[in-house]
């Protein structure tokens, strides 16, 4: 009796395991094909830039009140940056829209602060090159290879790619404007220099420089990695300065009128 129920029990655990082992590889196969699934979206280079607007973005429309303040996230090969959380704090707290540059070096070091900054509604995310070299002196080829590793990895991280793009050290020749606009993203420039880097200037002479140079659709360029020394203390007269004098701060995109 006993070995007759043991006879009959082995074929029935052979082709319970052939069945698991089957619906396994179905599955498997199944999520495959899903992966590969044309209603995925896979990354893409974007769209080329119109020619006739490859050109240096350096302000917005000079007929409104309204103004961009930008934060570079610059990071080159083997120096690695920080990340100034009081800037994102103030600009939260006070409900000011701003537009951040991470280089792809940065977003690399920086994955969970990427991932924040683009869950805040207020910020806006731009391209600022992969290692940050000169792209007045680099070849096209690296120029194009430093724009799609940026903005592979943006991609990555978020499930979207930014149309804009921050020269590092803002320097350029007319190929490379060519260049940028042909992997689908707005130069992005700017005409109020905070000065930040600089450790010699001191908050109060910050503020009052950018807010005495700023104009109708301008753009300012600061840092947010570290580098802006003085920055964060400067930020709030800055915000409360522009919006006695009436401006309204607006991310990049808004500011030009390029949101999807």
């Avoid at 495959?32 to 490859?54: D, G």
């Avoid at 995310?125 to 940026?150: A, C, V, Y």
Wanted: charged share 20%.
């Amino acid at each position: 009796m006993c070995n007759r129920t043991k006879a009959l029990i082995r074929p029935v655990m052979i082709f319970a395991a052939f069945l698991t082992v089957f619906i396994a590889a179905d599955v498997a196969a199944a999520a495959s094909k899903a992966e590969r699934s044309p209603s995925t979206p896979q990354f893409e280079v974007l769209s080329p830039v119109p020619v006739t607007e490859r050109g240096l973005v350096t302000h917005g429309s000079r007929s409104g009140k309204t103004v961009a303040l930008t934060f570079d996230l610059c990071q080159s090969k083997g120096a690695k940056s920080g990340f100034d959380q009081e800037i994102v704090r103030i600009l939260s707290e006070t409900k000011t829209p701003a537009t951040f540059f991470p280089g792809g070096l940065w977003m690399r070091d920086h994955m969970d602060e990427t991932r924040a900054l683009a869950g805040n509604p207020l910020f806006e995310l731009g391209n600022h090159s992969w290692s940050h070299p000169d792209f007045s002196r680099i070849p096209p080829e690296r120029m194009t290879e430093e724009i799609q590793k940026t903005q592979r990895i943006m991609w990555e991280l978020l499930g979207y790619q930014t149309r804009l793009f921050r020269l590092p050290y803002g320097r350029y020749s007319e190929q490379a404007l060519d260049v940028i606009g042909q992997n689908g993203l707005y130069t992005i420039q700017w005409d109020v220099v905070s000065g930040d880097p600089d450790p010699g200037i001191d908050a109060d002479r910050m503020a009052h420089w950018v807010l005495g140079h700023m104009k109708p659709g301008s753009i300012v360029i600061m840092h947010a990695n570290g580098r802006g020394r003085h920055t964060a203390r400067a930020l709030l007269p800055i915000i409360h300065g522009l919006r006695k004098k009436g401006y309204a701060p607006l991310t990049v995109s808004h500011l030009l009128g390029l949101e999807k």
